[in-house]
């Protein structure tokens, strides 16, 4: 008996990846800044004035100076997370994960041909657990396996 947890594998792995989307949207998609409507809204107000003040500008401006930020500052962190990986996982992680063609790369395609020379998929499996664990770790991502109750 091992007194360290029992990693889900594949949850854990959906969650790395689920990152990576993230990532993506982040580093590829631009960001639409909002803008401030200049026409009154017709509000109709049944139980009379709600006695809230709300400052339309200074929300928008605050949203876009704090999305764009916090949106650069995950990517990056997730860029250091992967600088600092043994060469092979992070050439795996860049290739395949990293990239704005991740939608038309495919796991055979990175062990058959992008990897110099090519690796076996069993090969590449190992490294891209070992990878998707150190990321997990680095994240806290990783998912533990529900123990069965008796």
């Known amino acids: ?3 360290l947890p029992e990693i889900d594998r594949k949850r854990t792995q959906e969650a790395v990846e689920g990152i990576f989307e993230r990532y993506r949207m982040y580093k590829f998609l631009t960001f639409e800044e909002r803008e401030a409507s200049i026409t009154a809204s017709p509000t109709e107000r ?3 004035p709600t006695n809230v003040t709300s400052d339309q500008t200074a929300n928008i ?13 995950f990517c990056e962190r997730i860029e250091r ?6 060469r092979m996982e992070r050439f795996l992680i860049e290739e395949r994960y990293m990239t704005t063609e991740h939608d038309y790369i495919t796991d055979q395609h990175v062990y ?3 990897f110099q020379p090519p690796i076996s998929e069993g090969k590449y499996s190992k490294i891209r657990w070992r990878a998707f664990y150190k990321l997990a770790c680095d994240l806290n991502l990783l998912v533990e396996k529900e123990k069965a109750s008796d």
């Open 61 to 73: 401006a605050i949203y876009n100076v704090d999305t764009p930020a916090k949106q650069k500052s």
């Open 1 to 3: 008996m091992s007194f």
């Open 112 to 114: 058959n041909h992008v």
């Open 81 to 86: 997370v992967v600088k600092r990986m043994p």
């Open 46 to 48: 049944f139980h009379g």
